[in-house]
């Protein structure tokens, strides 16, 4: 896998992430081992926005609170490792 270092990644592509990976968490025979692996890389963009555009964290916030009210309840059944990422996440580094 190639590794980008910065590109700038829309709102409205980040949107679309947020719903998409939203309804795979809430799908019950989705590949569990898929749907990690992709809410992590998932956790990595926020990260790596978060990190190199820091007049963003409104837009992501909202959008992370968003993903949170749908999968609050089905994430930590998912991985509870990924929970604790995003929940760093949100109350971290986007409450900056």
């Not at 790596?48 to 992370?64: C, F, G, M, P, T």
């Not at 059944?77 to 109350?91: E, I, K, T």
């Amino acid at each position: 896998m190639a590794t980008i270092h910065y590109v700038h990644v829309p709102e409205t592509v980040v949107s679309l992430l947020t719903n998409s990976i939203s309804v795979m968490i809430l799908t019950p025979n989705y590949p569990r081992g898929k749907c990690i692996q992709t809410v992590g890389a998932y956790l990595d963009l926020l990260h790596a926005i978060v990190v190199s555009e820091q007049d963003r964290k409104a837009e992501l916030r909202d959008l992370a609170g968003r993903f949170s009210g749908r999968v609050s309840n089905a994430l930590p059944g998912l991985d509870p490792s990924l929970d604790r990422r995003f929940f760093d996440l949100y109350f971290s580094e986007l409450a900056k």
